[in-house]
């Protein structure tokens, strides 16, 4: 099992940056594929990014790819999501995934049942 922390969320205006992190412990880091999600309340929750184990791969959706970068950091245990040029509707609650699994191929896991540990969710607010 996997214990994922998110941190780096809040206040934003329009067109600003952010940085979330998402620390990781409890497994060889290295062996999970990492995905960030988004949710709004009453709507589904909305895959953002993803990346391979060894980070050579990454995936976005077109709402925020040129915008979003993901990377991570298999020494630290760490995966981040470098948001800038932020718009009102990237306000969300964010959360960090892990996958179990060597895969090098993250365009193929971009659902929330694709994913077996998840972070507990932190606050993206952007304001005009």
């Known amino acids: 099992q996997v214990q994922l922390v998110e941190s780096g969320g809040g206040l934003v205006q329009a067109g600003g940056s952010l940085r979330l992190s998402c620390a990781a412990s409890?497994?060889?880091?290295?062996?999970?594929?990492m995905g960030w999600f988004r949710q709004v309340p009453g709507k589904e929750r909305e895959f953002v990014a993803a990346?391979?184990?060894?980070?050579?791969?990454?995936y976005y959706p077109d709402s925020v790819k040129g915008r979003f970068t993901i990377s991570r950091d298999n020494a630290k245990n760490t995966v981040s999501l470098q948001m800038n040029s932020l718009k009102l509707e990237d306000t969300a609650v964010y959360y960090c995934a892990a996958k179990l699994g060597r895969y090098s191929v993250p365009r193929y896991y971009t659902r929330t049942v694709d994913y077996d540990y998840w972070g507990q969710g932190t606050q993206v607010t952007v304001s005009s």
């Open positions: 990346i391979s184990w060894s980070g050579g791969n990454t």
């Open positions: 409890g497994r060889t880091f290295s062996n999970y594929g």
